[in-house]
Nanobody
Framework: QVQLVESGGGLVQAGGSLRLSCAAS????????MGWFRQTPGKEREFVAA????????YYADFVKGRFTISRDTAKNTGYLQMNSLKPEDTAVYYC?????????????????????RGQGTQVTVSS
């Protein structure tokens, strides 16, 4: 079992920055994948970014390219999502998720239901 705990959310003005962290504990997997998703009321969970834990391959949703950066510290078992140039439409609950194994198709990483573990989420609110 893997436990994921997000932190770093909060209230920020448009154009500002936040860095989210996702601390993983329990049995972690060297060939796993960590993803970030976000969700607003009434909408499905939306893919933001993913990173393969060992090799560091990165995948982004089109709407965050150039603004968000995903990274991980394997020694600390912690993933990060650096969010810059935030917009009011980025307001959401942000979740990290972990998948046990790599997939032959990277499109798998874009689907929330393809992950095995999820954190409780952290609220990000961007004011205009």
């Amino acid at each position: 079992q893997v436990q994921l705990v997000e932190s770093g959310g909060g209230l920020v003005q448009a154009g500002g920055s936040l860095r989210l962290s996702c601390a993983a504990s329990g049995r972690t997997f060297g060939n796993s994948v960590m993803g970030w998703f976000r969700q607003t009321p009434g909408k499905e969970r939306e893919f933001v970014a993913a990173i393969t834990w060992s090799s560091g391959n990165i995948y982004y949703a089109d709407f965050v390219k150039g603004r968000f950066t995903i990274s991980r510290d394997t020694a600390k078992n912690t993933g990060y999502l650096q969010m810059n140039s935030l917009k009011p439409e980025d307001t959401a609950v942000y979740y990290c998720a972990a998948r046990r194994y790599y997939s032959a198709s990277y499109s798998t990483y874009y689907r929330a239901d393809e992950y095995d573990f999820r954190g409780q989420g952290t609220q990000v609110t961007v004011s205009s």
